[in-house]
Structure formats: structure tokens, C-alpha cells
């Protein structure tokens, strides 16, 4: 099979993914007045992570593919989505606690990886909805304290660096480690996928992804791209933080995380 | 004189109001430690320049033997060192201890008695690395010793020994001096100034601490890793019994990276000072130029590994870091234009200190292009480790920053003297400096492009090469020369120079708000803060915006600790790779599941983490003010705590019994070090408590009033959350 | 006596430019990709330096301020300027990175076989050891035109192997193995040199590439493996009683002797060769005697100590060397 014949065939119709689009389109379109294309992306991105080539080959195949899909689903598909949805008032809708939010969407990144848990959501099909569902889901939690619809709610700017930052730190350790172990010790399927659609011989040879090169690649994934996003974030939170002050300077600041402290110093 | 509320008082020593020697030795005034540290690197600077000069003096010809190979290696070694930890990194860490606190209003800094620890933990590190000379031989493997040339086999010297412990003390008194600074600038802004208002100077600095206060512990750890491997005959960077010597290499990239932007940040923002005054306009894009700067420091976490394009990473390995290190080239090239563009349409002034900054700016561009052609991994095949790496990086460093500081130096010594250095020798000293510098090092590329390999001590008459060599010694005498005429300029103008005045450049920031130098307590009064530039503001009041409430302003003592926390954190981080590093796969010999009692450990495990709760109950009493409940609650804190350290002794105590030493293999090398460092924690923690314990009983919290309870909680929080990891990774799997 | 590696280019006027610039003198397909990315990184980088040059010169020339002038407009930015040089730098980093893929993939293919040679890096020389058994030192013989696979290792620390009109350097490293390209399109020496500060005689751990025709190639391969020659002369008779009496074979092979161990460059076909102490002195009777009269003297720190020869011992231990063809 070429690359070209792999490009063109290699896209799946799910009807399921499909119908979860068109439901969460349509509901968006019903739901609220004012719109943007932000919802709209993450549903086309959702749908292309899962049913173009890169769905195929994260299917078993490609571990860097797997790895790709992981921080499509994880990282990006849900901060357009959340981006998508109309401010919401600060007490209406859930509120996620920053730690929780933090740690959900750590764990998401390593708790996936774990040996076992890894194979099984590449094998089994089960497994590997719960494991998409529970990505949207902890991606949906990890971004809401950042850029969540509640504005008001949200971390003050350089919290949000803080998060942003610790997140991308956590993410490295688990890139770091994937990228330098032994071959085949973090997703020992990968190694020797089943052939099923006779392209083996085309991403070993042609294109070079020897199952070395493959998990190197995706523990760099994971790491370099990953906190390409995380720090973008960061980059955006100071924009508008730095943007703020330019417009109003008198503008309400906001609220200090720890107590004022004692006046150290007078100019009375 | 008395517009203070002096109610950091108690941290001033009486002592240093006396005169004389002895108030230099005891001063806590961040201004004398800011000179003095100021005048300990100028005193370094000398010692590491004349080190390069003989350097220089030895390659100026080929096949010289004015010095042999030994000599060589150990000054190129302690060259290397000596310029980077006892120069660039203090000198900065010194103008930004004299300044931060002016800029920002402050009285001084957080911690004033810390701040003179730092400077002395400086000194006497820089006295140790060189004490090495009389004991056997400075060290000789390079400032970033590779193993396993730096291991005991190859140099059999003490010289790592000493380069070890002098960068562990300097490294300590490092950390704390960034946690004290990013305190400082979080907590004692003057009123209104927000963090967004801060000179741009204050903000590379604050970003700078936090840098070194993550990159540092990594730098930290894998010294130690040296040390044990080194004095206790361990394995982990050599390649015997399966030792990495490339994982030594990863370590330390990953602090040396981010050191490169510890030495360039402070540098950018004397820069960003300098320039917008002499040009007489504000900095141009100041959000561009202060976001930007995060943006480098974030990612100068992810671009080590083109240190190693040269090892054999991996294709993969290789083309994601020239991607990240030709993304972290976008946020540092753009401030080029920034500064650039401050002074178009400005009304320059050209001083001595802003010519300095001018040739900065061209010199760190070539330095910057050449770090280029660095990131394009296959340019990097050919020259690293060439003469051009050397040229590259003293373009950054000298072209750059040092320039940067002598732009700085010129700026700020009238405020730290109250005189103004001499124009006429500045402008002398500062041309001999270019043609000295750009002649001692831009041949140094053409030397890279023809083969000439760095840390040779010497080298074959191929042609051009005895030429280029000889015209680069010519220019670094120059440039030792320009040096001298520096230290003239200054002895001269502390007696001759120009009275200055409290504003002698017309500037905008807060320091020269006061009189020149400051009066102890700094200022008489700070000016209400309505902008970035409170002394324009002041001078044009129909221009400036109403003032703000400070924006963000947490209690000191605590964020101080959390700061101390996560920089502990990243020091186990990296004892806790190595431990998963090396235990993937099965190495000879015993391992975790043959050699440990799960369920042993589990029971102490419990009770460390049963002292954090209790902990936090006599936390909690201290609130309620209930004294009682508060030292029971402590008592079964530190008895929890003993229980764990019992428990992990006679763990210890039966490895050793079956003959398991820290030598024994690659596990054993790595569990020793993490338990055995965890434990050291626990231990500190403990001592900790009993302090707080008896100042209790001895009726200190009478009052209620001492925070070191919470304090000394948080850490103990953090040294329990760490057991939680460690005993995950080491000890979980053998439970389940 | 002669100085190493200097006499082997002296009155070579068509190579004095390769050995000026080896860099930009490739000779190989991977050398060649390598020089032309770094030719246009170089014009880009002129490109860019002489873009601010430009504008700082401007600055300086236009904005001159005088005497007791007003303050000039205070402007604090251009978010417009700012994102557009942003971008710009941004999308030059993006060609730039396209480039280096492609040269990557050009000058540094991926290893698909068994390598054809091992290069071996000691404290301070290198160990070369062909397939059919043949073991050279420093002086690494090549047939042109064929893509040599070597494969690299270090026994102590870590070297590193460049050839710079050959191709990319590579870090030799113990405990590891590396694998490297190795290819001449003409005839020729190529030098080349240790990158990786190794210890004390980093200076003196000099590469010769000596690429041959296929013909000329497997005749030396052929001779490499002969045993060295009986002593031909009573003096180098003697001579050989001084190598073996004198712990000479504790480090040292001479096929044909006892000699057997590879601590040290193996000196069957000892005389053949350009250079001793890798790269330090031309090999000639001269040199030969200075160097065994005090090894330390002539390549200070390196790990063949002074054996405080007699005269006679000297003469009978050099006459006995030069017949190592």
C-alpha cells in the first residue's frame, strides 16, 4: 500500500462518533444564542482525531500516533470547546476546584500510560471508549479553572501561569521517561501490531517509524508539542493579563490569594 | 530620616550601625552586601581573566609549552567555573540585591540575615574551588565534567571533589538568594505598584530567581550523584554495571540550559533600564518584552538536549529539540527589535553606559544567530565542540552580558557612589573593550570552521591557524587591558568623579528617587505609584493615571517556604528519575522485590503519614489559641516521625546485614541515595519540630503570635507528600 | 624529525583551502548537505544582522539628541509592528527547521545493516579494526566511493570521532555504541580530530582518513593482516629482545610475537604509518628515537611511561621498529 492509497482509505464512519458530533453540534446550536466557531473546531477536531489516518494508526499501529491522539483529545479538543461556550454567571454551573482540575488532568496523562492500562485500551475496544470518554473529561476539568465560561471564576492570571507551568513540568517527567526507556516497556503492543490493513511495511520502511523511533517520537510528543500547548496557554494568560492593564489600569485587580501583609514599610 | 515604621527592625543586627571593618563582615544593609558582592567578582573577574590571558598566551603560537596539558585543562576548568558562578551569575544576583529593593520602594530586602548568609555561602564557595589548587590540583574535567572523565578513575585528583562541594555551598547560598528575591519583589512592592508596573529590570530578576530556584536543585542533585559516585565508590554515571555516563549529561543540561538565560535575563533587564532613558522614551512593548521573558524561561526547560546533538540521541530526540530550541529563539530575538525600536524616534544621549548597551545589542545578535546555527542540529554535527561554540558563547556571555553590566555599571554607580564614573576614560575603556573582545573572539569562528577543536592545549601548524590564534591573544590582551583601565575609572572617580546628585541621568525609577547613595533606610519617603515610570509620573502629573491598589501581595514567611518547597521538589524529581531511570529492567544482582519488606515499610509509612494529620491538629490548636492540645499534638508529631526513621533504620540496618551496600549495583545505588536523602529530610523536619517544641514549653507561643508552627508544617507536608512517591515507585508493586 | 600531521600538507596548494575550510570542503554526499545548510543558515543570519545593523545605525544617526532638546513622544509600543516581527521570525525559524530535516535525513541516514569497520576511541588514540581482522591505529584507510558504516565505541571515556569533510562528528561514548556514515568521493587524506574533551592529551588525538581506490584499499587490508617480518639485521634482533624485555607487550601487539594485547596501538605495520603519538611527530627513525627516549617528554600525560632506555637500547629498539612494514 502507498502513503497515498493509506491516506485516502484510512478514514473511519463510525456511526456512534458520528452521532455523538452531530448531538453535541446540535445541542451547542439549540442550547445558546450567541456563538462562535471555537465549538464548532474542537467537534470537527474531535471527529478527525478519531476517524482520519491518525485514528487509524493510533489504533494499534503507531504509539507516537496514540500519543498524539492522547494530547489532541486531552489538551486541545476540550480548551476549544470550553472557549466556545458563552460566559456564564459566577454562580450558575459547576465549579471545578483548581487542585482537582490539576490533578485530573495529570492523572490523565499518566495514569493511561501505566503498562497494563495502555495495552488494554489499544486491544480492547471497551476500554478504549471509556478511556476517550474519560479524556474529554478530564480535559474538560483541567481547563476549566483557566478558561473556564465562569470569567470570574477563573484563576487570576499568574496562578493560572503557575498551573499552566506545574502541568507542563508534570507532563515533561512522564515525556522524559518514555522517551529514554528501554523500547517497548511503556505500550508492549506497539511492538508487533496486528496487520490489518497491510501497511506495516509502509511505516516501517517507507516512512521509518521503527519501534524505536516510535516511542521516542510519542514520549516527545507528550513532551515537546505538550507543553508547546501549556505554554501558548501561559503566553495567552499574560497577553490578556498585561493587555488589561494597558486598557484600565484602575480596573478591579484580582483578589489576593494569601492575606495582605503587615505594612513593612511606611511613607506616612 | 524617620518615615519608616522600622517594624523589621528586629532583623537588623545592632552591630551593623558600628563603623569600620568589622560593619562590613556583619552588615545585613542590602546595599553594602550588594556591594560587596559587587567587589568580590570584580576580584574574581580578575582571577579568571588572567587565567584566560595565560590561556591565551599558551595557544598564541602552536606547539607551545609554556604550560603543559595539565596546567591547561585545570585553567580552562577554573576559568569556565569561575566566570559563570563566581562572575556573571553573583555579579547580576549583586546589582540586583542593590537595586530590587530600591526599585520597588522597599526598605530592604525580605530577609536581610539570609541575604548576608548567600553572599558569605558565595565567598567561601569561591574560596573552597580554589583551596583546591593547594590541595593536589584544581579539577580538570571542564566546567560541565562528563563522566566519566570527572569519575574517581580518570581524575584521580581532588579537584572534582573540591569543584563539588564549592558549587553545593555556592548553590545553597544561590537558592536562598533567589527565594529571598522573589520574595522581596512579591511582598514589599510600594503601594500601587502592581506586578505588571514593575521596572523591567525587577521583573527579569524576579523571573530569573524563579529560574534558578527550579534549575539550581537539578545542578544540585546530579552533584551529589557525582559525589557518592566519587567518594563511595557508587555507580551511576559510570559505565560499569550499567551506569549512564550520557544520563550525567542529561542532569546537568538541564540546569546548564536554563543557567544560560540565569546569566542572560538580569542582563536584558539592565538593558531594558538603560536604554529607554538615554533615549529619552518609555521601552517599547513593555507586555511584549516582560511576557516574553516567561515564555524564554519556560522554555529553557525543554532545550538541553542540544547540548547533545553530537551523543546520538536519536533522530526523534534530535529534531524535537532543534524545534524547541528554534522556538526559544523567537521570544529572545524579538526583544532585539524592542530595544531597537525604544530608541527610534527617541532623543538619545550617548553615555558611556548607553554606548555599552548599543554594542550589547549588535554583539548579542551575532551571539544569538551563531545559537542559531546551533539549533539547526546538522550545523551543530560540524561545530560543536569547535572554536565556534567557544566564540558563540562568549558573545553571549561577554558580548552580551558582561557588556550589559558595564552598560549597568555606568548607569548605577553614581546612585551606588554618588559620583559619576569619568566619560572620558569610559568612552576610552569602552572601544578598547570592543576591539579587544571582537578580536579576541569573532576569529574564534573562522578557528571553529577550519577544525580547530575547544580545550586543546594546543594544536598542530596547519595553515592560518598559528594566525588567527595569535591575533585572538593579541585582542584578549586588549581586552585585559580595558579592564584595567576600568578599575582606574572607578578608583579615580570615587575620589575625582563628578558629584552626582540624587538624579544625575534624569531617570524614571524609583531608586533615584533618593539621594545618592541611599541613606540607610532608603527612602524618606516613596512617591505614590501611578506607572512604570513613578519619576516621570511625578514630573508630568497631568499625564498620570489614578493609582492602584497592589495587586498581589501574600505573606512572606509562607511564601517563602512554599517557594523552598518546590525547589526541594525538583531535587528529589531528579533522584526519583534516576531511581526509575536505572530500575526499568532487571539489572544483575538484588532488586527491589528480592531485597525489600513491603510490608514492613508500609507500617512506617502509615505513621509519617499519620504525623502529618496530627500536625495539622496542633495547627489547628494554635488557631483556637489552645496551648495544650497544640504541644500533645506536636509531641505525636515528632513521635511519629522518630517511628519512621527507626523503621527505615533497621531497613537499612538489614540490607546492610546481607551485605547491600550503596556500591552493590545500580539499585542499590539509587534507593540508597533517594530513601537516604528522603530520610535526611525527615530528619531536618524532625529537628525542626523539637526546636519549635521547646520554644513552646519554654513559653515563646504564649502569644500565639510566632508563625514557624505553620512554617515548619508546610514543610513537613511536603517531606510526607514526597514518602507518598517514593514509596509508590519503589515499594507499591511489590504490595500488589 | 618532523611536526605530525603538519607534514603531511605542506606543499599541497590545491588542498590548502580544504584544509583552511575543511567545513566547506566536503567530500561526501553527507558533508556536502551539511556545508549547504550551513551556507544558507549563514546568509540568513548575515541576512538578519545586517537588518538590525541597519536600524541601529539609523538610530543613532537620525536620533541624535541635542542639547536641551524636549522630551521626544513618548510611545509605548506597536502591538501591530510587534506581532508582524514576531510572525516573521517565526515563519524564518519554520523554513529554516524544513531545511534541517531534510539535511538531517541526507547527511546522517538511519543504520540499516552490520557496520562495515569499528572505530574504538582510547585515552588518547583511536583503534580502528576491519572485518577481516585487520586492527589499525589513527590512521583509518577507506576505499572511495562506498558507504562505510562504522560503528564507534569508547574503551575508557568519552571522545568523540570528526572528520569534518567526511560528515557530521559523533560522540564516541563507554557502555554505548554509536553508528556514523563514513564516505570519500576522491582519493586523499582527510584530517580530522578527537571533538570531545577527553583529559589531559585531548590536543594530540588527531584522525587521519586516508581514502584509497578500491584496489589500492584491499591490497593494504590484504597486508594488514600478514605477521610483522623476522628482525632482518642483528640491531633489530636485538631490538625485539628490548620490546619483549622490557613490558612493551603488556600494552602493545605485534602479530608474529607474543605481543597480543590492544591497550595500545597494535605495531605490527607499525612503520607504515604517517604519524606517532597520534598526530604528534612525523613517524621517522628520529622521532622514533626521541619518542622512546621519554614518551612523557614529547605527549605529557599520556599512558606510555619513560622505560629510561640505554643508548644502545634505543638504537636497537628504533632500528627494530622501522622494520614494522
Not at chain 2, 603560537?61 to 569561575?82: A, D, E, K, S, Y
Not at chain 2, 526547560?301 to 536519536?314: E, I, K, P, R, S
Not at chain 2, 517544641?693 to 507561643?701: E, I, Q, T
Not at chain 3, 597520534?278 to 617528554?297: H, I
Request: charged letters at 10%.
Amino acid at each position: 500500500m502507498t502513503t497515498q492509497q493509506f491516506l485516502l482509505s484510512a478514514w473511519g464512519w463510525n456511526p456512534v462518533v458520528i452521532g455523538v458530533c452531530v448531538a453535541a453540534v446540535a445541542t451547542y446550536g439549540f442550547r445558546y444564542r450567541r456563538q462562535n466557531g471555537y465549538f464548532l473546531a474542537a467537534i470537527v477536531l474531535f471527529y478527525l482525531t478519531l476517524a482520519s489516518p491518525v485514528g487509524a494508526l493510533a489504533n494499534g499501529y503507531l504509539f507516537s500516533a496514540h500519543m498524539l491522539q492522547h494530547l489532541l483529545l486531552l489538551l486541545v479538543v476540550p480548551a476549544l470547546a470550553l472557549l466556545g461556550l458563552p460566559e456564564l454567571k459566577k454562580d450558575s454551573g459547576v465549579r471545578v476546584p483548581p487542585l482537582a482540575g490539576w490533578l485530573g488532568g495529570l492523572s490523565a496523562m499518566w495514569i493511561w500510560h501505566e503498562r497494563t492500562l495502555c495495552n488494554a485500551a489499544t486491544t480492547t475496544t471497551s476500554v478504549r471508549v471509556i478511556q476517550i470518554i474519560s479524556l474529554i473529561a478530564l480535559g474538560l476539568m483541567f481547563w476549566w479553572p483557566v478558561i473556564g465560561p465562569q470569567t470570574e471564576r477563573r484563576l487570576p492570571p499568574l496562578l493560572g501561569v503557575v498551573y499552566l507551568f506545574s502541568s507542563c513540568v508534570g507532563c515533561t517527567i512522564l515525556g522524559i521517561l518514555i522517551t529514554f526507556a528501554p523500547v517497548g516497556v511503556v505500550c508492549p503492543v506497539y511492538l508487533h501490531p496486528v496487520d490489518r490493513l497491510g501497511i506495516l511495511p509502509l511505516l516501517r520502511e517507507n516512512w521509518g517509524f521503527t519501534p524505536a523511533f516510535d516511542q521516542q517520537a510519542g514520549g516527545l510528543m507528550m513532551w515537546v508539542p505538550a507543553c508547546g500547548i501549556y505554554i501558548s496557554g501561559v503566553i495567552a494568560l499574560l497577553a490578556r493579563w498585561y493587555r488589561a492593564g494597558e486598557t484600565s489600569v484602575a480596573a478591579p485587580e484580582p483578589e489576593p490569594v494569601f492575606p495582605p501583609p503587615r505594612t513593612t514599610r511606611g511613607n506616612a | 530620616m524617620n518615615g519608616t515604621t522600622v517594624s523589621t527592625a528586629d532583623e537588623y543586627m545592632p552591630m551593623a550601625k558600628e563603623a569600620g571593618a568589622i560593619s562590613c563582615v556583619a552588615t545585613v544593609d542590602h546595599k553594602r552586601i550588594g556591594i560587596l558582592y559587587l567587589v568580590t567578582t570584580f576580584f574574581f573577574f580578575l582571577v579568571g581573566g588572567v587565567e584566560a590571558l595565560v590561556m591565551r598566551l599558551q595557544l598564541a603560537v602552536p606547539r607551545n609549552h609554556l604550560v603543559g596539558p595539565g596546567v591547561f585543562n585545570q585553567l580552562f576548568t577554573m576559568h569556565g567555573t569561575t566566570m559563570i558562578f563566581l562572575v556573571v551569575m553573583p555579579a547580576l544576583i549583586g546589582f540586583a540585591n542593590y537595586f530590587v529593593p530600591l526599585m520597588i520602594g522597599a526598605r530592604d530586602m525580605a530577609f536581610p540575615r539570609l541575604n548576608a548568609m548567600s553572599y558569605w555561602l558565595l565567598l567561601f564557595g569561591g574560596l573552597l574551588l580554589h583551596f583546591s589548587v593547594l590541595a593536589g590540583g584544581a579539577p580538570a574535567a571542564g566546567w560541565f565534567s562528563y563522566t566519566p572523565l570527572s569519575e574517581s578513575a580518570y581524575s584521580s585528583t581532588q579537584g572534582p571533589d573540591y569543584w563539588i562541594l564549592a558549587l553545593l555551598v555556592m548553590g545553597v547560598g544561590t537558592v536562598a538568594g533567589a527565594i529571598n528575591m522573589i520574595v522581596t519583589i512579591l511582598t514589599l512592592r510600594a503601594p500601587g505598584m502592581t506586578m505588571r508596573l514593575v521596572p523591567l529590570f525587577v521583573w527579569m530578576v524576579f523571573i530569573n530567581s524563579i529560574l534558578i530556584v527550579l534549575a539550581m536543585p537539578a545542578l544540585n542533585a546530579s552533584i551529589v550523584m557525582l559525589l557518592i559516585d566519587r567518594q563511595l565508590e557508587a555507580h551511576f554515571f559510570t559505565a560499569l554495571q550499567g551506569g549512564a555516563p550520557i544520563l550525567w549529561q542529561h542532569f546537568f543540561w538541564t540546569f546548564g540550559h536554563p543557567e544560560v538565560y540565569i546569566m542572560v535575563l538580569p542582563a536584558f533587564g539592565m538593558i531594558s533600564e538603560v536604554v529607554p532613558v538615554f533615549s529619552r522614551k518609555p521601552i517599547f512593548g513593555y507586555g511584549f518584552v516582560a511576557g516574553s521573558t516567561v515564555a524564554i524561561a519556560l522554555l529553557s526547560f525543554g532545550v538541553w538536549a542540544h547540548h547533545m546533538f553530537a551523543v546520538g540521541l536519536g533522530r526523534a530526540s534530535d529534531l524535537f529539540f532543534a524545534a524547541s530550541s528554534m522556538a526559544i529563539a523567537v521570544p529572545t530575538g524579538i526583544k532585539i527589535f524592542n530595544w531597537v525600536f525604544t530608541m527610534w524616534g527617541g532623543s538619545i544621549r550617548f553615555t558611556t553606559s548607553l554606548m555599552f548597551a548599543v554594542a550589547f545589542i549588535l554583539q548579542f545578535v551575532v551571539g544569538g544567530l551563531s545559537g542559531i546555527t546551533f539549533a539547526v542540529a546538522p550545523i551543530d554535527w560540524q561545530m560543536t565542540d569547535t572554536y565556534y561554540v567557544v566564540a558563540h558563547f562568549h558573545y553571549v556571555l561577554f558580548g552580551g552580558t558582561l557588556f550589559a553590566m558595564m552598560a549597568g555599571l555606568y548607569y548605577w554607580f553614581p546612585k551606588m557612589s554618588g559620583r559619576i564614573l569619568s566619560e572620558k576614560i569610559g568612552k576610552a575603556q569602552f572601544w578598547l573593550m570592543v576591539i579587544g573582545f571582537n578580536g579576541t573572539f569573532m576569529v574564534q569562528h573562522f578557528l571553529g570552521i577550519m577544525g580547530m577543536p575547544r580545550r586543546a592545549f594546543t594544536y598542530p601548524d596547519l595553515p592560518g591557524w598559528g594566525a588567527l590564534n595569535m591575533i585572538s591573544t593579541v585582542g584578549a590582551f586588549i581586552l585585559g587591558f580595558s579592564v584595567l583601565l576600568l578599575g582606574c575609572n572607578i578608583v579615580w572617580s570615587l575620589r575625582r568623579g563628578t558629584q552626582a546628585g540624587d538624579n544625575p541621568w534624569n531617570a524614571w525609577t524609583l531608586e533615584w528617587a533618593t539621594s545618592s547613595p541611599p541613606p540607610e533606610e532608603n527612602f524618606e519617603r516613596v512617591p505614590e505609584i501611578h506607572g512604570r515610570r513613578p519619576l516621570w509620573d511625578l514630573a508630568h502629573p497631568e499625564t498620570a493615571r489614578a493609582p492602584v491598589k497592589t495587586d498581589f501581595c501574600p505573606e512572606k514567611n509562607k511564601t517563602s517556604m512554599i517557594v523552598f518547597i518546590v525547589s526541594e521538589g525538583f531535587f528529589f524529581l531528579m533522584l526519583i528519575f534516576a531511581y526509575i531511570y536505572y530500575n526499568y529492567t532487571q539489572k544483575p544482582g538484588p532488586d527491589a522485590a528480592s531485597s525489600l519488606d513491603a510490608r514492613k515499610t508500609l507500617l512506617f509509612t502509615c505513621s509519617l503519614l499519620a504525623s502529618s494529620f496530627t500536625i495539622w491538629r496542633s495547627e489547628t490548636a494554635f488557631k483556637r489559641r489552645r496551648h495544650k492540645p497544640m504541644v500533645l499534638w506536636l509531641i505525636a508529631t515528632i513521635v511519629l516521625g522518630a517511628i519512621f526513621i527507626i523503621g527505615q533504620g533497621s531497613e537499612y540496618w538489614g540490607l546492610l546485614q546481607r551485605g547491600i551496600t550503596i556500591r552493590t549495583n545500580l539499585f542499590a545505588t539509587t534507593f540508597f541515595t533517594l530513601t537516604g536523602f528522603h530520610g535526611l529530610h525527615v530528619c531536618i523536619g524532625l529537628m525542626l519540630l523539637t526546636i519549635v517544641l521547646v520554644l513552646m514549653l519554654l513559653g515563646d507561643f504564649k502569644n500565639f503570635r510566632p508563625r514557624a508552627l505553620q512554617i515548619i508544617g508546610l514543610y513537613w507536608h511536603f517531606v510526607d507528600a514526597v514518602w507518598i512517591v517514593v514509596f509508590s515507585i519503589i515499594y507499591l508493586k511489590l504490595l500488589l | 624529525m618532523g611536526l605530525g600531521m603538519e607534514m603531511r600538507f605542506e606543499g599541497c596548494p590545491a588542498g590548502v583551502f580544504a584544509v583552511v575550510a575543511p567545513v566547506f570542503s566536503p567530500v561526501s554526499p553527507q558533508a556536502e548537505a551539511l556545508s549547504h545548510i550551513f551556507v544558507i543558515t549563514l546568509l540568513v543570519c548575515a541576512a538578519i544582522f545586517g537588518i538590525v545593523t541597519l536600524l541601529v545605525a539609523l538610530c543613532i544617526l537620525r536620533f541624535r539628541g541635542k542639547p536641551n532638546a524636549p522630551e521626544p513622544l513618548q510611545i509605548t509600543g506597536n502591538e501591530r509592528l510587534e506581532i508582524s516581527w514576531t510572525v516573521a521570525s517565526i515563519l524564518v525559524l519554520v523554513g529554516l527547521f524544513v531545511l534541517t530535516v531534510h539535511a538531517m535525513n541526507v547527511s546522517d541516514p538511519a543504520a540499516d545493516r552490520p557496520a562495515d569497520l569499528t572505530v574504538i576511541g582510547h585515552q588518547w588514540w583511536w583503534e580502528v579494526r576491519y572485518p577481516n581482522g585487520a586492527v589499525a591505529a589513527n590512521e583509518i584507510h577507506i576505499p572511495i566511493q562506498s558507504n562505510l558504516l562504522i560503528r564507534a565505541e569508547a574503551a575508557d571515556v568519552i571522545h568523540d570521532f570528526w572528520v569534518p569533510q567526511l560528515g557530521r562528528k559523533i560522540d564516541v561514548i563507554p557502555g554505548t555504541t554509536n553508528s556514523l556514515w563514513l564516505r570519500a568521493d576522491a582519493p586523499g587524506e582527510y584530517l580530522g580530530t578527537c571533538a570531545e574533551y577527553c583529559g589531559d592529551e585531548h590536543a594530540w588525538m588527531r584522525i587521519l582518513v586516508i581514502a584509497q581506490s578500491p584496489a589500492d584499499f584491499d591490497a593494504w587490508q590484504a597486508r594488514q593482516l600478514q605477521a610483522a617480518a623476522t628482525p632482518p639485521s642483528t640491531l633489530a634482533a636485538e631490538g625485539l629482545k628490548v620490546f619483549r624485555a622490557k613490558t612493551c607487550v603488556n600494552c602493545h601487539t605485534i602479530k608474529g610475537t607474543d605481543a597480543e594485547t590492544s591497550v595500545a596501538p597494535n605495531l605490527t605495520h607499525f612503520a607504515e604509518r604517517t604519524t606517532i603519538g597520534t598526530g604528534v611527530l612525523t613517524n621517522d627513525a628520529e622521532s622514533v628515537r626521541l619518542w622512546l627516549a621519554d614518551p612523557q617528554k614529547i605527549k605529557p600525560g599520556c599512558h606510555m611511561p619513560n622505560f629510561e632506555l640505554t643508548t644502545n637500547e634505543l638504537n636497537a629498539l628504533t632500528a627494530y621498529l622501522e622494520t614494522t612494514k
